[in-house]
């Protein structure tokens, strides 16, 4: 994988214009391909336009290879991506309103682009109740090889969700739900200490040529509008985001200055903005705060700590709870996914499965279905630290509470004393509750609970997540998961090493560890690597046994 070192990244001011990066395939025989979805069905209504869908191809001695990822189809930059959705969009709502950007103009060099505001939008929920077979909703039947009736089925009983904001006009759809791939979200995003555009845009290239299904960006400090702006533009992905944190910067840091009125004006900037998932902490009640005094860890969401802390202060109900209608009319008005935040999630095994943050799953799944009956779409978030032998129960209830709603969950971290290997440690958990059906998984970094992650500590952080998510696809059965791994095993019986290194999850990283110590050109011809050497290696003395067997 081409990465961009650290040291290269010159810092620069978080106005500036950053250098442009080109996001390359990971491997020689990998590319982008693009194919065309399948036609709408006569008996269904829909978007009549084309459909093109990007996959990477890996070319093998075999044949070709299609794995259900891809990468943007132009240098992330000044120009921002190709505006692939457009046209649909145009086709779709007609009239569009000229968009102010909060904070500051485009990016250097950005063009012009409509922008949908009240009253014009419908959800994807919305239209897959009605039976229309939107662009969005056949992009992702394409691409997870299934039936767009199977995704109207699952987007319309909220069973899967796909975030796609019109004002996000760059954006490749994703859908996300335990019927499918499971997906791989990754945080980025500049702190108050630390803000540097080039670095969150050389963060944004190696999360797209990982793989990374989702970003979200949980910038914090100042010119959120700035930063959030250019990794928009560059994201081919769904992006999120947390509103509270900006609403927190714009009242000074000072949590009992929040405010209902504020929240909505930022969340409105952002969905304007083209953000396709927002998290809100609506779930954590004033009546459960003191459920979190017991634990070891207390409250450990950021967004959780500062709701609990305004409604400590105030002695008042959480307001997203309170205004919980008002904020899925906005939602609705722009397509905005929620991400139902658990503000209550366990920061430590000890914590697990406790009454805190099961009373606040409960009250999750209540406005799951409450945002259900205005078609809204909903994710539930998850924890968190938990213990292998409490994971399946978690994914078990969030099912029947939540009424299967997407699981989004943040690892968990199976233990707590892996720092520095976290992502481990979370990899580890993430794969279990995947496998029981968690729909999309937040990756955690080797800085977790340590530091910002810089690119490196994503790529190892994506790395080990596309591992889990992986693992859990293969033990759910999902499309083209085997198949991937039967290219794999094929390659590695016959000793097919550029295709082994060409099909990894990580191509150089593979290559790197073979190459170590056999680096000449004919080790690629080789029928042996330097652990057993030609003399010991049990495939090739396979091949003659079995031959004469």
């Known amino acids: 994988m081409n990465t961009i070192p650290v040291a290269s990244l010159r810092r620069r001011h978080v106005d500036e214009a950053p250098t442009d990066h080109v996001v390359q395939a990971a491997h020689p025989q990998q590319r982008r391909v693009v194919r065309e979805a399948p036609p709408l069905p006569h008996d269904l209504s829909g978007d009549d336009d084309t459909v093109l869908v990007p996959f990477l191809e890996v070319a093998t001695a075999e044949g070709p290879v299609i794995l259900p990822t891809s990468l943007p189809g132009a240098p992330l930059g000044s120009d921002g991506l190709p505006q692939v959705r457009a046209q649909v969009l145009r086709h779709r709502y007609g009239a569009t309103v000229t968009r102010t950007l909060p904070g500051g103009p485009l990016p250097n060099g950005a063009p012009a682009r409509p922008t949908y505001a009240a009253n014009q939008i419908l959800t994807q929920r919305t239209l897959a109740r009605r039976g229309f077979g939107s662009w969005e909703l056949r992009f992702v039947a394409a691409r997870e090889q299934v039936t767009l009736e199977r995704v109207l089925d699952d987007v319309a009983s909220g069973r899967a969700v796909v975030p796609a904001n019109p004002n996000h006009p760059e954006l490749e759809p994703t859908i996300i739900g335990r019927n499918y791939r499971t997906k791989v979200n990754v945080n980025l995003g500049a702190s108050s200490v630390r803000a540097d555009i080039d670095e969150e845009l050389a963060k944004v290239a190696v999360a797209l040529q990982g793989g990374a299904d989702t970003i979200m960006d949980l910038s914090t400090g100042t010119k959120l509008a700035w930063v959030r702006e250019w990794i928009l533009r560059n994201s081919s992905v769904p992006v999120g985001t947390v509103p509270i944190y900006e609403a927190l910067d714009r009242v000074g840091g000072r949590p009992e200055r929040l405010s209902w009125s504020l929240f909505a004006e930022v969340l409105e900037e952002q969905a304007l903005q083209g953000v396709d998932y927002v998290t809100v902490h609506a779930g954590l009640l004033r009546d459960y705060v003191p459920l979190a005094a017991r634990r070891t860890t207390g409250i450990v969401s950021r967004g959780g700590s500062l709701m609990a802390a305004w409604s400590q202060h105030h002695q008042r109900e959480n307001f997203l709870f309170e205004h919980f209608d008002e904020l899925l009319a906005i939602a609705g ?37 409450r945002a259900g009956e205005v078609g809204v779409q909903a994710m539930i978030e998850g924890p968190g630290h938990v213990p292998l032998h409490k994971i399946a129960e978690n994914a078990l209830l969030e099912q029947e509470l939540c009424d299967d709603a997407p699981f989004y969950t943040l690892g968990p971290l199976a233990i707590d004393v892996a720092a520095g290997w976290d992502h481990v440690s979370s990899a580890i958990g993430a794969a279990v509750i995947g496998a029981h059906g968690a729909a999309m998984l937040c990756y955690v970094t080797p800085k977790e609970h340590l ?6 500590d994503v790529r190892a952080g994506l790395i080990a997540y596309r591992i889990a998510a992986h693992a859990a696809d293969l033990a759910k059965g999902i499309n083209g998961a085997q198949a991937w791994d039967d290219a794999m095993s094929r390659a590695r019986y016959e000793f097919r090493w550029n295709d082994q290194f060409a099909l990894a999850i990580d191509p150089a990283g593979a290559q790197a560890h073979h190459d170590e110590s056999l680096p000449a050109r004919a080790a690629k011809d080789a029928e042996f690597c330097s652990m057993c050497g030609p003399n010991f290696c049990a495939m090739a003395h396979s091949h003659r046994a079995l031959h004469d067997a």
Request: hydrophobic share 35%.
């Open 451 to 456: 530091g910002l992650p810089n690119p490196e």
């Open 333 to 369: 008005r722009y397509d905005l996914t929620l991400s139902l935040g658990d503000g209550l999630r366990p920061g430590s095994t000890a914590d697990a499965n406790d009454e805190a943050q099961l009373a606040e799953l409960r009250t999750l799944g209540d406005l799951a279905r």
